[in-house]
């Protein structure tokens, strides 16, 4: 075997020896491979995929670019947040659309959302957090909460499990709820709405 064998040789055995234990490129496109975040009041939550993303507007009959900033926060992040915070005055029903989701297997309590309702009008109030539309709905928690007074009521990672819709890889249950405000009697309610998921 001549030299200029030998040489060509030995190149294409370093080539491939490189080719095949260069790494630095195989990290660096994992590295990437992470899940966007956004940054809220300093918190940093982790936007859902984008089939996740589709599966929770699909429930609720949206758009993504329909949603404003808070709805985007309260329906396609993971992550402890305020997703609702809010003060309504003489009005007759309010609803808000809330999310969560949970992995299947975990031994963790979270993830748990705790609704606190501040009455500051003068008729009693009742608060339904339910799954599904006003046909076919079950309801999750409920409670009154009386004139000048405060009370919450929590929406649970074991209700996101009993309630809540499997994403297509089946690891995670996604709960997409409805918390609706009035007054029994179709009286005016005035009141201020605090929600903070815990992730």
Known sequence: MNGKVKFFLSVAICTMFFALTDTGTIVYAHDNVQEDTIVVEGQELQIINDDDVDLVLDQLGLEEEELTEEETVALLTRGTATVWSSTYTNQSNIKKSLSMSAALIS?????????????????????????????????????????????????????????????GQGTTSYLTYTVSLYNSSGKAISFKANAVRYD
């Open 107 to 167: 031994s963790n309590s979270r993830p748990y959302t705790t609704i606190t309702i501040t009455n500051t009008g003068k008729n009693a109030i009742t608060a339904i957090a339910y799954k599904g539309t006003v046909g076919g709905s079950k309801t999750i928690r409920s409670m009154t909460v009386a004139a000048g007074s405060s009370k919450s009521m929590s929406v649970t990672r074991s209700d996101v499990l009993n309630y809540g819709t499997l994403n």
